[in-house]
């Protein structure tokens, strides 16, 4: 609604300011024409600093403030007395420049404006994301968490934080390098983004840990069934570089609101259960449970 108002509040001006300068230059006096045009020049010059943004605005406007100008010094020239045709041809020449001015700048300026927001968008997107295999971070995974424990307050349902851990992962670094072992990560991630559903987070916080955040639990059993899932599909072969890798992983899961208030309380709790599960060596999720303060964690049934 702003937008449209000022739109035509800057339209209104521009045109009243342009039938003005038509008027002005149709008079016989030379130098009030000559300022006229000056005055519109200087016009046009704020216009493009303060709108070039909008550049479909600040053109529309600057052709409602020159057109009736250019028309006016048109037909001046056609008839004008012969002494009077150098004062009429400057009328031109600046109204002319003052065009082609606004169509460069304008297109300098909107061009500018708009490479330092991607910029900046870039850079906001790098410092929510992983950058070796393009998951969201532990910044990014804090702020979806705050969102989605504010629609789970209001429909009462759970959100699962399961912590992931790949068992075997430093022999594939020891026996045949980092790069090979960066692969394997890239891999990792990208068999978790086709095993969860719309609306589940999975992210990196360094090293071979993942975390998913699962929304939307309404049976006990859905955090189960998705982590033996993950184990299953993260369990199958990978061939990278030529070699054929085996590895396994290990999960921890607790529950919001059940088992703590935040993110970070969430997660040591799934810490906790991660590592009975690496422990036990079972191929089974292990979720944690606060017994009456017990801070003992369950193995899944």
């Not at 704020?46 to 070039?52: C, D, H, Q, T, Y």
């Not at 036990?280 to 964690?297: F, T, Y």
Request: proline share 3%; hydrophobic share 45%; aromatic share 8%.
């Amino acid at each position: 609604m702003w937008e449209r108002r000022y739109a035509l509040g800057s339209g209104s001006f521009a045109f009243l300011l342009g039938i003005l300068g038509a008027r002005t230059l149709m008079t016989e006096d030379p130098w009030t024409s000559l300022l006229m045009t000056n005055l519109i020049f200087g016009y046009g010059s704020g216009l493009v600093a303060r709108s070039s943004v909008r550049p479909e605005l600040c053109l529309t406007c600057f052709m409602l403030a020159t057109g009736p100008s250019f028309v006016a010094v048109g037909s001046k020239l056609i008839a004008s007395d012969p002494s009077m045709l150098m004062i009429y041809l400057a009328e031109m020449l600046i109204l002319t420049t003052a065009n082609l001015a606004a169509f460069e700048i304008t297109s300098y300026g909107y061009k500018s404006v708009l490479l330092q927001l991607l910029t900046k968008r870039d850079l906001a997107t790098l410092a929510e994301q992983d950058a070796l295999t393009g998951l969201p971070n532990r910044l990014q995974l804090r702020t979806k968490f705050g969102l989605t424990a504010q629609r789970a307050e209001d429909t009462g349902e759970f959100i699962a934080i399961h912590c992931l851990d790949l068992d075997r992962f430093k022999a594939v670094n020891d026996i045949y390098g980092h790069p090979t072992g960066d692969a394997l990560l890239r891999a990792v991630s990208e068999r978790l983004l086709r095993t969860l559903r719309e609306g589940d987070i999975a992210a990196r916080l360094g090293g071979d840990e993942f975390v998913i955040m699962q929304a939307n639990i309404r049976s006990p059993y859905d955090k189960v069934e998705l982590a033996e899932r993950v184990i299953h599909v993260l369990g199958a072969p990978y061939h990278i570089a030529g070699h054929e890798i085996d590895i396994g992983v290990s999960i921890g899961i607790a529950l919001y609101p059940r088992d703590g208030q935040d993110l970070d309380q969430i997660i040591a709790h799934a810490d906790s259960a991660l590592y009975i599960a690496k422990r036990e060596r079972s191929g089974r999720p292990v979720i944690w449970k606060d017994q009456q303060g017990s801070g003992k964690a369950a193995k899944a049934a």
